[in-house]
Nanobody, 123 residues
């Protein structure tokens, strides 16, 4: 099963910043759209941001607009999620996913998934 490898995350105070990375070693990402999802305890996994295969189009969930930025470097086979002005309600496990279609819509088992990384926003 091909998998994405995530890095970044951790504990940050409210108002702080974190950058998550999502890379692939066994396949190239440049033909896949990438979605970032998060799942808080007791809640369903929800979409946060997504980016097209070329990087020319991005989309954000309303609560993160203006605070989160998704980008990709296809030469490095890596996608990033820059998170600024973090709030306690951003606390969750964050996942990246690669898919040909649908990563901007909802999670799907047909995507290639990262292992997840914990982001905790707390003072």
């Amino acid at each position: 099963q091909l998998q994405l490898v995530q890095s970044g995350g951790g504990l940050v105070q409210p108002g702080g910043s974190l950058t998550l990375s999502c890379a692939a070693s066994e396949f190239t990402l440049d033909s896949y759209a990438i979605g970032w999802f998060r799942q808080a305890p007791g809640k369903e996994r929800e979409g946060v941001a997504c980016i097209s295969s070329s990087g020319g189009m991005t989309n954000y969930e309303d609560s993160v607009k203006g605070r989160f930025t998704v980008s990709r470097d296809n030469a490095k086979n890596t996608v990033y999620l820059q998170m600024n002005s973090l709030k306690p309600e951003d606390t969750a496990v964050y996942y990246c996913a690669a898919g040909k279609v649908g990563v901007c819509v909802r999670p799907s088992p047909s995507f290639y998934w990262g292992q997840g990384t914990q982001v905790t926003v707390s003072s």
